[in-house]
Structure formats: structure tokens, C-alpha cells
């Protein structure tokens, strides 16, 4: 599972357990490993951001989530920096209710492609992977 997010450096808001969920994790190519941003079970404004060494285009982000009832109908947020330490959503989108699914998936698929440093996702719970093409 190869895309741009393996090239990044991920970075969190919280990282309550680094020694066994690391940001990392979200960002290592593998759906067996899990960056866990704490008890998080209602909206949130935690983030996990992805930073590269430059630019990356990109027109989609897909990010697998553990499949909890606390995730449906959550909205998920995809934001780039417009300005040092300001943030806005370049997308946003509404996880599925779908229990049968292994994971809770948000797909983020852009009008037109974009090329950032740095993008994050935003509202977390369990996050198994992210994959950016």
C-alpha cells in the first residue's frame, strides 16, 4: 500500500500513547497498525497532519478509521494551512453507517488536484491508516 502519505512525516495534536500508537502509525502503509489520539467518541478538533519535504499534488485522500458507532455520521475535515497556524477545509465529508465494513472509511475526493506541504484531517477516533493519490 504505497501512496504520497507514506512519504510524509505525520504529526499529531495528542499522542497519549507514543511508545505504542504513534502518529506514525496512521502513515506506515499498514492496516494492522493504529495511531490512537485517546478516548475521543464525540466530534472533535483533534488532528493528524501529514508534512512533506515539498509539495505533493493530489486529488484524493481516503482514511480508515475503527469501525464504531461513535463514527457514523461524524464529519470528517480536510484542511491545508492558508497561513502560519491558520487552518481551513479544503473538503469535508460524513462517515457511512455501514457496521459490516472492517473500517469506518472517509474518501475525500478533491474537484481539481491540489499541491500542499502539509495537509491534516480533522474529528478523529481510531486511526488506522491514511492513503493520499
Same mark, same amino acid.
Request: aromatic share 8%; proline share 6%; no cysteine.
Given at each position: 500500500l504505497k501512496t504520497l502519505a507514506q512519504e510524509a512525516t505525520a504529526s499529531a495534536s495528542v499522542v497519549p500513547k507514543p @511508545? =505504542?500508537?504513534? @502518529?506514525s502509525a496512521a502513515n506506515d502503509g499498514k492496516l494492522s497498525t493504529l495511531y490512537w489520539p485517546g478516548d475521543l467518541t464525540k466530534s472533535n /478538533? =483533534?488532528?493528524l497532519q501529514l508534512t512533506w519535504d515539498k509539495p505533493r499534488t493530489f486529488s484524493?485522500?481516503?482514511v480508515r478509521f475503527l469501525? +464504531?458507532?461513535?463514527? $457514523?455520521g461524524? /464529519?470528517?475535515r480536510l484542511q491545508k494551512e492558508v497561513s502560519p497556524g491558520k487552518w481551513e477545509d479544503i473538503a469535508t465529508t460524513v462517515i457511512q453507517a455501514d457496521a459490516t @465494513? $472492517? +473500517?469506518a472509511v472517509v474518501t475525500f475526493q478533491l474537484a481539481s488536484p491540489v499541491a500542499l506541504e502539509k495537509v491534516r484531517i480533522v474529528n478523529l477516533l481510531d486511526l488506522f491508516e491514511i492513503e493520499i493519490y
Amino acid at each position: 500500500l504505497k501512496t504520497l502519505a507514506q512519504e510524509a512525516t505525520a504529526s499529531a495534536s495528542v499522542v497519549p500513547k507514543p @511508545a =505504542e500508537y504513534p @502518529a506514525s502509525a496512521a502513515n506506515d502503509g499498514k492496516l494492522s497498525t493504529l495511531y490512537w489520539p485517546g478516548d475521543l467518541t464525540k466530534s472533535n /478538533t =483533534e488532528w493528524l497532519q501529514l508534512t512533506w519535504d515539498k509539495p505533493r499534488t493530489f486529488s484524493k485522500v481516503v482514511v480508515r478509521f475503527l469501525q +464504531h458507532p461513535s463514527m $457514523h455520521g461524524r /464529519t470528517i475535515r480536510l484542511q491545508k494551512e492558508v497561513s502560519p497556524g491558520k487552518w481551513e477545509d479544503i473538503a469535508t465529508t460524513v462517515i457511512q453507517a455501514d457496521a459490516t @465494513a $472492517h +473500517h469506518a472509511v472517509v474518501t475525500f475526493q478533491l474537484a481539481s488536484p491540489v499541491a500542499l506541504e502539509k495537509v491534516r484531517i480533522v474529528n478523529l477516533l481510531d486511526l488506522f491508516e491514511i492513503e493520499i493519490y
